[in-house]
């Protein structure tokens, strides 16, 4: 391989591959641009390598999506070339070739950006190379290891922090990874594989198993969302459970492929060159598209029911105080005088009920969606439990002050 030879290249120019061997530099003209304009504005710049990646860094912290972490990608070139050689120099492979390799290194560049801190003294490119071959190493164990596991082996393997995360990246919704999770959990809990050994390539359940899989999750899905909650026979789960596995294996690692490599019988433009769009839809979103659906009016209403319930569950006086507030329209002053009490008593009441109806929702949302909300969350809702209040005394006929007892 070719070494770069001025600052500029070393910032601005990305390897190219022709297969597994080193074919050209390619510069970024954008970038190349950047470090001229970083020249010119110092009339004796600095000629140390790893000040400008230094520097590059500290800007990488402060702005995250500005042009640092391309001249820091094109910086590292060399390193994640000499640490993909060395793998596949030590450990003999047919399936994963050096630009593989490469590009095992290269996509995992944010590992070594977070983790490196200049305030040790360390040098960047060493750190990089010694962060690199270990990512490098720790991908292909991955990927060793998965690749040769069922979808039932690979369920059984992954936690559910882990599943999480990778149906959380593949962009779907809190309700819909609960019901995802919800299924997983099942599946572990009544599929026992029979062999003591060979856990890789764990066999489908029967059909027994399937039936209990749906049973229990139909269970804890109606104790979860109540009896309207939509059922879900086996098909249904093993159907979420295939899309679980395929999505981990995405998660975990996804597919490498160069840039550079010429889709088949497109041989004379690159890859590149016809990158899918970024905002069409992925085909477990569409998948789960129609649950999602089924389920939103399931669980407005639900939550409405939980509200009303936690209503009726409050003490008499601070029922009046709702009626007379949300009902009748009064003032906190009015209320005061009607119930013959201080008008601070009314306003620290309404904001107890108030704390109480927003830690229903917060225990319905743990309990449902099995998330529990942010403190800025919570605040958030806090206007959307307002409307929620006047809507629903905003159903019932008005009342008159008179007609209510101060109880």
Same mark, same amino acid.
Request: glycine fraction near 2%; charged fraction near 20%; proline fraction near 1%.
């Given at each position: 391989m070719r070494p770069r030879q001025s600052l500029i290249e070393h910032f601005s120019a990305f390897l190219q591959f022709d297969a597994d061997h080193f074919k050209n530099w390619v510069i970024e003209p954008q970038l190349r641009r950047s470090i001229r304009n970083c020249f010119q504005q110092h009339p004796q710049p600095e000629t140390s390598e790893n000040f400008w990646a230094l520097y590059w860094h500290r800007v990488w912290q402060v702005q995250p999506d =500005?042009?640092?972490?391309?001249h820091l990608a094109a910086y590292v070139q060399e390193v994640c070339y000499w640490a993909a050689q060395k793998m596949t120099e030590r450990f003999a492979m047919t399936q994963y070739g050096l630009a593989d390799c490469f590009q095992m290194a290269i996509t995992r560049l944010d590992r070594v950006l977070k983790g490196f801190n200049s305030d040790l003294g360390c040098n960047f490119k060493n750190y990089a190379s010694a962060t690199? !071959? !270990?990512?490098?190493r720790e991908s292909l164990r991955q990927r060793r290891e998965i690749d040769i596991c =069922?979808?039932?082996?690979?369920?059984? #393997?992954l936690s559910q922090k882990r599943l999480t995360e990778a149906l959380q990246n593949a962009g779907l919704s809190d309700h819909a990874i609960? =019901?995802?999770v919800l299924a997983w959990r099942c599946f572990k809990t009544l599929y026992t594989p029979q062999q003591a050994t060979g856990t890789r390539k764990l066999p489908k359940p029967d059909q027994n198993t399937w039936e209990a899989i749906a049973q229990l999750y +139909? /269970?804890?899905n109606q104790d979860q969302l109540g009896p309207q909650s939509p059922s879900a026979n086996p098909e249904i789960l093993e159907k979420r459970l295939h899309s679980c596995a395929s999505t981990a294996r995405a998660y975990l690692y996804? +597919?490498?492929v160069s840039i550079n490599t010429p889709k088949p019988g497109q041989e004379g433009s690159d890859f590149l060159d016809h990158l899918p769009d970024a905002a069409q839809t992925s085909l477990l979103n569409q998948m789960i598209a129609e649950e999602e659906a089924q389920t939103r009016q399931t669980q407005k209403d639900q939550l409405s029911s939980v509200l009303s319930e936690a209503l009726v569950q409050l003490d008499p006086q601070a029922q009046t105080m709702?009626?007379?507030?949300?009902?009748? =329209?009064?003032?906190?002053? $009015?209320?005061?005088?009607q119930l013959g009490i201080k008008q601070y008593t009314v306003s620290r /009441?309404?904001? #107890?009920? /108030?704390?109480?109806?927003? /830690? #229903?929702?917060?225990?319905? !949302? $743990?309990?449902?969606?099995?998330?529990?909300p942010s403190l800025d969350v919570l605040k958030y809702t806090g206007p959307i439990l307002e409307e929620w209040l006047e809507a629903y005394y905003g159903r019932h006929e008005p009342v008159s002050p008179e007609n209510v007892s101060a109880e």
């Open positions: =500005s042009l640092a972490r391309g690199l !071959s !270990s990512l490098i =069922s979808d039932w082996a690979l369920l059984r #393997k609960a =019901s995802y +139909n /269970r804890e996804p +597919n490498v709702l009626q007379l507030y949300y009902q009748a =329209s009064l003032t906190q002053q $009015q209320i005061a005088k /009441r309404l904001v #107890k009920v /108030r704390e109480a109806l927003l /830690r #229903k929702i917060a225990e319905w !949302s $743990q309990q449902t969606l099995h998330i529990m």
